[in-house]
């Protein structure tokens, strides 16, 4: 083949000269060049259907095995391009007049046709038409020997079709479901075989109805008319059953007279609230039927509250819960359980304190009474007595109280002191004192309250001049309000921040000894135990005084201990600098 570099001449231009020329170098000079070309033979075949619906030429036969679906009517061959002139010899000329110019086959670059063969295949197709009622028909298409089906797409009359059943049949899910789902939560009551019942029927009208629409859809009028009678029939038993499964006011009355009363509350229950007027008499008789027939006091006082409180059931409620309270009441005070009396009498306070106010106090002052024969001190039988004259006023109980009065005031009137302190005399001052806190607060008995304060002053200035010193054993553990002490010649008292220390001989107290509670730190005369340690000194000495003051220093140096007398008692101080470390009062070696 020519050389394309130097045009078949065998001489280029030169580039290191103006106008010179060398030899051209691909062709060595010789204007021509040799390649090696590599044909590749090939067979291709085209597919013309003549047909104007282009769905029909993606067909399955049209790409493979179309022996199997069309039959060969003629066959041409030739070397090379296969001419018009030659076909026309084996088919209708018009047919080839009107065709030919489809079959070419485009030729791509670079390729050449060797050999070319034309087949005419005949096809056998099949028109299938159907139609939905009044709806314009559908054609499909059925085309080889195979009869092969065209590809699939959406047909709009089935598709139409298929909007209205399911447009109903979602309706008819939500009717068969949801109804008895409202039944479920409308309460307990309609749990039972009624509401399966009601499912079954209501199930059962919604698949006819599905049926009758699907027919009614492909104009089967003979079945629709079967569907419409099975439809009826379902919705006739799903009503009858929904008749039963409600609630009625006759049925609840039927069970109130005949005895089964949860059965009746179930059913008013059911009904609505008990503030309906339509069913306030049907409770009234349900709270009277339950009431009568109920030993119980809470249970008759609720039914008593759930009724109108002129209603004429309630009266006849409120007498059985007097009667009833006052049987239980006695029978408890009787057996002398106070406790189960005064919980009936707290249970039926809130209706007979209403119905019948007199008989509960009655039966409040009885309680008192009750507790006033259990009682072992004067204040306990006082206040009890007086709860029962307050409750419900007799003669005979405002005697007794009166003689009760008279002995506490006995009790709360100062005596005399005696000539020599003794333990009866301490404890009697103890006596006194809790006696009067615990009745200083009685506004029901102003004049008692102010004799209990000013027993109070009274016990606690005589108990203070009292001297722990000089007490005997007996005397000096009630002063001290100790239970028992461990070591025969010490009595120990220990309060947050101080303690006192007691020494005994010969079974009386000779001295005492006054040290911080804390060990770390001693102080007695600082903010914090300052009060308490002087509260412990005059309790020791039996009078008020003072702690001592620091003393002065001597010789640059203050002095560590300080004595002084009070009396006859000699008081040592230890000190450190200012501050007090420690108080020895009498006779005591700490």
């Known amino acids: 083949m020519n050389c394309r570099q130097c045009d078949a001449s065998g001489r280029v231009s030169c580039s290191g000269c103006n106008s010179g020329s060398v030899s051209c170098a691909p062709c060595l000079g010789h ?42 009517v003629g066959e041409i061959s030739a070397n090379g391009v296969l001419p018009q002139e030659k076909v026309a010899q084996h088919l209708p000329g018009d047919w080839v007049k009107e065709h030919w110019g489809k079959t070419r086959v485009p030729v791509k670059v670079n390729e050449r046709i060797t050999r070319q063969r034309f087949q005419v295949f005949e096809v056998p197709a099949a028109h299938v038409s159907y139609g939905i009622m009044n709806a314009p028909s559908t054609t499909v298409q059925f085309e080889g020997r195979r009869m092969l089906a065209p590809p699939v797409e959406e047909d709009r009359q089935l598709t139409a079709r298929g909007r209205k059943v399911l447009a109903v049949r979602l309706p008819l899910i939500a009717v068969a479901l949801g109804i008895p789902l409202l039944y479920i939560l409308r309460g307990s009551f309609f749990w039972n075989g009624w509401l399966a019942a009601l499912l079954f029927s209501l199930g059962g009208f919604a698949v006819v109805t599905d049926r009758l629409v699907q027919d009614w859809t492909l104009g089967r009028r003979q079945k629709i008319r079967q569907w419409r009678f099975g439809m009826s029939v379902y919705a006739l038993i799903a009503i009858v059953v929904a008749l039963f499964a409600e609630p009625w006011l006759f049925e609840a009355r039927r069970d109130i007279s005949e005895g089964r009363l949860d059965d009746a509350q179930t059913e008013l229950q059911a009904l609505g609230e008990p503030e309906s007027p339509e069913l306030q008499q049907a409770w009234a008789d349900l709270h009277l039927a339950h009431a009568l027939r109920e030993q119980n006091v809470d249970e008759v006082v609720k039914d008593a509250l759930a009724m109108a409180s002129k209603a004429p059931e309630r009266a006849k409620v409120e007498q059985h819960l007097l009667s009833l309270t006052r049987q239980q009441v006695l029978a408890s005070l009787e057996r002398k359980n106070v406790s189960s009396a005064s919980e009936v009498l707290a249970s039926a306070q809130p209706v007979l304190a209403q119905a019948f106010p007199k008989d509960l106090n009655e039966l409040t002052a009885r309680l008192y009474e009750a507790e006033h024969a259990a009682c072992t001190t004067a204040s306990c039988r006082w206040k009890t007595l007086s709860l029962a004259l307050r409750a419900e006023l007799t003669p005979s109980r405002e005697q007794r109280l009166g003689q009760a009065r008279a002995m506490l005031v006995e009790q709360l009137t100062p005596r005399p002191r005696p000539k020599a302190v003794t333990l009866d005399w301490v404890l009697h001052l103890h006596k006194t004192t809790a006696l009067a806190a615990e009745l200083a607060d009685t506004p029901h008995d102003p004049p008692v309250s102010v004799l209990a304060k000013q027993a109070a002053t009274w016990a606690r200035e005589e108990r203070e001049r009292i001297p722990l010193i000089g007490a005997e054993r007996e005397v000096a553990i009630s002063l001290l309000q100790l239970k028992a002490t461990s070591h025969p010649n010490i009595l120990s008292k220990t309060t947050e921040s101080v303690t006192l220390a007691c020494e005994l001989r010969d079974g009386r107290c000779v001295g005492a000894y006054l040290a911080g509670a804390d ?71 700490p």
Do not use: C, F
């Open 519 to 589: 060990k770390e730190s001693r102080v007695l005369n600082n903010l914090k135990r300052t009060p308490v340690t002087k509260e412990l000194l005059s309790g020791v000495l039996g009078h008020p005084v003072e702690l001592p003051a620091p003393p002065q220093p001597r010789g640059g140096k203050p002095p560590t201990q300080t004595t002084w007398k009070d009396g006859r008692v000699t008081l040592v101080a230890r000190w450190n600098g200012i501050y007090l470390m420690e108080l020895r009062i009498g006779e005591v070696k």
């Open 31 to 72: 204007g021509r060049e040799q390649r090696w070309l590599e044909l590749v033979d090939s067979v291709r075949t085209d597919v013309l259907v003549m047909s104007e619906d282009e769905h029909l030429r993606r067909l399955v036969w049209t790409n493979e095995d179309m022996e199997q679906d069309a039959k060969l």
